[in-house]
């Protein structure tokens, strides 16, 4: 089992950043690919990135990407995502997803363990 918990949320400006943090623990975190997603007001949750266990493996949606890095800290368990040049249509909660499998995927059904979520407010 895997439990993930997600922090760095808040309240900012737009062009402002953001970095988040998923903390995770677990027997199988080593063999996990993590995810971030996200849900705004009246919306699907919907793919922001992704990366694999054991390489720098990464993937992102066109909405984010050259504005948002995800990387991972495998000694600390620990995933982050960078948030830069924050639009007010990146507001939305934010969740942290693992999977039971090393290969990174862009699509919710795929991940098998979920955070919380943390609330990110792009204010303009």
């Known amino acids: 089992q895997v439990q993930l918990v997600e922090s760095g949320g808040g309240l900012v400006q737009a062009g402002g950043s953001l970095r988040l943090s998923c903390a995770a623990s677990?027997?199988?975190?080593?063999?996990?690919?993590m995810g971030w997603f996200r849900q705004g007001a009246g919306k699907e949750r919907e793919f922001v990135a992704t990366?694999?266990?054991?390489?720098?493996?990464?993937r992102y949606a066109d909405s984010v990407k050259g504005r948002f890095t995800i990387s991972s800290d495998n000694a600390k368990n620990t995933v982050y995502l960078q948030m830069n040049s924050l639009k007010p249509e990146d507001t939305a909660v934010y969740y942290c997803?693992?999977?039971?499998?090393?290969?990174?995927?862009?699509?919710?059904?795929?991940?098998?363990?979920w955070g919380q979520g943390t609330q990110v407010t792009v204010s303009s």
């Open positions: 677990g027997r199988t975190f080593s063999r996990s690919a």
């Open positions: 997803a693992a999977r039971n499998s090393l290969v990174p995927d862009t699509t919710t059904s795929a991940y098998d363990y």
């Open positions: 990366i694999g266990r054991w390489s720098d493996v990464t």
